[in-house]
């Protein structure tokens, strides 16, 4: 069985191949691959593997990014340091996602769920597979919520999207107007937000804060690779982008 691994970590890689081995050694890695333009470049000179494990961020976008440069038929193992909202459509239709650190049995979990559906001809699975790649391919545009509602004073009012500065989780979800004020929402976490806003607009700080794009005073990058980002609604608010997002925050930031 021939893999290819899409991982720009490479102690990540170096770890997924060995475990790899443990649990077949029949797996076979021919190319480990660190970036969408890497990837695009390698399949477009090569023939394709039975299996790909893709990391979703990277260092130069997200793998999906892959599909729409070049035609992917092999099924996927996503893996990814978070369990974002676009994994579960992924999760009904791919093989499996992993979430890092990856954990040797669900790793072989993984594998063994490929070889049981795809070990063999199965035109069921396949079909469900090009539906996949067909979707992730489609250039329409989806529908993102452009106004969402929040508590103020003894009413329920409908703010605009442009309004919001961000979304922030204390205890519960609070969203944050453009003029500093404080809104509760009935949202029940952050993960609900990310699934329904904009991406192009809101971007998934951390594990608490999902900002408007139009709220980004400065930034700037610290030694350890975080990236500190200052708001304009409220000066003397810091947002703290982990190391591990912070070239998509930039890429996101630079769109």
């Known amino acids: 069985m021939k893999v290819i691994i899409i991982e720009d970590e490479s102690l990540i890689a170096k770890n997924l191949q060995r475990m790899l081995k443990q649990i077949d050694a029949a797996i076979e890695v021919v190319a480990v691959l660190d970036s969408v333009s890497s990837s695009v470049k ?53 093989v499996d996602y992993l979430l890092k650190p990856i954990d040797k049995d669900q790793l072989q979990t993984a594998v063994e769920k490929f070889k049981k559906y795809f070990g063999v001809k199965n035109e069921a699975m396949g079909e469900q597979f090009k539906l996949l790649l067909e979707n992730m391919q489609n250039k329409s545009t989806p529908k993102f919520k452009e106004r969402f509602l929040a508590h103020y004073k003894a009413g329920i009012v409908p703010m605009p999207e442009n309004r919001v500065a961000y979304f922030i989780k204390d205890t519960i979800i609070y969203l944050i ?18 699934e329904v806003v904009n991406p192009q607009k809101f971007f998934r700080a951390n594990r608490q804060m999902i900002i408007h794009i139009d709220q980004i005073d400065t930034y700037r990058k610290h030694d350890t690779g975080k990236v500190e980002v200052h708001l304009k609604c409220d000066k003397n608010a810091r947002v703290d982008v982990s190391r591990e997002k912070a070239n998509e925050f930039v890429t996101w930031l630079d769109q």
């Open 42 to 94: 390698w399949l477009k000179e090569n023939a394709q593997p039975d299996l790909f494990f893709m990391d979703i961020q990277l260092a130069d976008g997200v793998s999906f990014d892959i599909f729409n440069k070049v035609k992917v038929d092999s099924p996927v193992i996503f893996t990814t340091a978070y369990n974002e909202y676009a994994i579960r459509a992924f999760k009904v239709n791919s």
């Open 177 to 194: 107007t453009t003029d500093n004020e404080k809104l509760v929402t009935d949202y029940n976490t952050i993960d609900e937000i990310e």
